[in-house]
């Protein structure tokens, strides 16, 4: 990263700040001015987005470090996401935990059982390790859609409300600052162990993982970490998913979850913590868009409503299409680009 | 330390993949402070050798001695903690990180710091950080990187990319250096530079090297013994006026009879 003129190192903890300049730290308090006031300028369905953007921004979260880090790839963290999700409903309706409890518990039990998951990385990479998580997609869906005592099989279950002392979230009002409270603390979190000894060690099994092995990284620890962190975080998305629909039900958590949780991975910009965040932005803002435009074309043209409708898809796939061609490293490292070439603005040296 | 002044010894060292014969009956030794090169004609099982001391490869047949552990019982992450470290022939650097953070990578298993104090970062984490940046930074003073610190090594072009190999692997903190042709495609200036790295790291850090390479003037100069391989087997071994009279040497690499 180049940093703007006149900025300079004086020591190495300023030099591995992640704020720098005056500009950083004045577009920062922005922002989070911004995100903290927003549902008071906001309209309901807006909040309501950001809701699900918040929560979808920790689980791919989860899934960069695993996949963008770590480069053990999965197909199947929706799965996981729905092991939090349950387990929140499960400790909440039928053991009455608060669910300030139940949720790091669905972090715990979604990483645990990743990790189990995890242990095929151990001998198969690539496309291999994409089919073994593919079976975590299914047998773990297959099983809370039979284990009908317990989680209430294809009927699903309803999962109570969350309080905080005397307090109800139960408007997406209130519901909005606590999906992003923690959102906040998981990219946060994710920052730091990127640019820690874990981080590095998750890149260099994931560029060389023969030479990483050589140069003292154990591959045993560190895949299995990633796979812990992985699917912590999905576990954290779904129990924060789990009090906000208040119902859950199995066909909630497919593969299709899996594979939207790979594609904002990928277009956000694999292997940096702006990625995930871009990516379901992104996304989620293009498809409001298309909804939002095909709408307004159907009740302009009732004839071709259904033509129309259709359409709908196929602008959003084009999208992204057309995006990954020209920018297929992701939105993160176009950015980074554009920081570049706007700080050595006009000397372009 | 070892006995007698070895610090590495490589007994009847046997490797096979399948019916293919890579080692057989290898033994050398490595002094404790001396320059061993190992030469051969290509296939000849150098490689091969340097992987089996890193424990990638699993020889059938014999063991290789550091410091009263057989190494070839011992696991590849292990082997680099005990302090043995390498550069490779195809460059093998983390494509995605920088220079800094290549080298920074290295220094994980110097690092103490746990889990909990990466999710917090500061405190713990961000001292430890700091003391093995310092560390770091006077291995790119060494090797002149100063200008292609914060540049991702995916970039750099094939010579630079072999000297933050070299880096990567002082990182470690090596008690002994293994040195996969790392000079290999380098014009001379560059290989000079390289040689240069190579003995000022010997002198300064008092460590044997192992150095695998095919430019024989290069390998006459900076080695004090060279092991000569030849189809899997050590065919001699000896100071380098001792190899260069050799009849077998000569015969491998200019074939004879």
Partial sequence: MRLPCGIINKSYSQDTAIVRTNLQWLLLVLALITLFTFPYWASPHWISVMIGVWISIIGVMGLTLLTGYAGQLSLGHMAFVAIGAYTVAILMSDLNWPFWAALPCAGMISGCIGVIFGLPSLRIKGFYLVIATLAAQFIIVHIISRWDSLTGGVFGLSVPKVTLGGFEFKSDFSYYFLAMIFALIAILIAKNLSRSRIGRSWIAIRDNDIAAEIMGVDPFKYKLLAFFFGCFFAGIAGGLWAPYLRYLTPEQFTLMGSVWYLGYMVIGGMGSIMGPIAGVIFITILDEFTAEMVTDLATGSPVFAGFVQASRYIVFGLAIILFLIFEPRGIAHRWERIKNSYRLWPFSY | ?257
């Fill in chain 2, 1 to 257: 330390m070892g006995e007698n002044g070895i610090k590495l010894r490589a007994e009847n060292i046997n490797l096979s993949f399948g019916g293919v014969e890579a080692l057989i009956d290898v033994s050398f030794e490595l002094r404790e402070h001396e320059i061993l090169a190992i030469i051969g004609p290509n296939g000849a099982g150098k490689t091969s050798l340097l992987n089996c001391i890193n424990g990638f490869y699993r020889p059938q047949k014999g063991r290789i001695m550091y410091e009263g552990y057989d190494l070839t019982k011992v696991s590849s992450h292990k082997i680099a903690k005990m302090g043995l470290s390498r550069t490779f022939q195809n460059i093998a650097l983390y494509t995605g990180l920088s220079t800094l953070d290549n080298l920074m990578a290295a220094r994980n298993i110097r690092m103490r710091y746990n889990v909990f104090a990466a999710i917090l970062y500061f405190g713990w984490a961000h001292r430890e950080e700091m003391k093995h940046r310092r560390v770091i930074e006077d291995i790119i003073e060494f090797l002149e990187m100063e200008s292609i610190r914060k540049k991702p090594v995916g970039m750099l072009p094939y010579g630079q990319r072999k000297r933050v190999e070299l880096g990567r692997a002082l990182a470690l903190e090596p008690k002994v250096l293994l040195l996969d042709e790392p000079m290999a495609g380098m014009n001379v200036e560059e290989k000079e530079d390289m040689a240069r790295f190579i003995l000022d790291t010997y002198e300064l850090k008092k460590i044997p090297v192992i150095i695998i390479e095919h430019d024989m003037g290069l390998v006459m100069d900076i080695a004090d013994r060279i092991v000569v391989l030849d189809f899997g087997r050590k065919i001699a071994e000896g100071t380098p006026d001792e190899i260069l009279a050799n009849h077998a040497v000569i015969n491998a690499y200019l074939g004879g009879e």
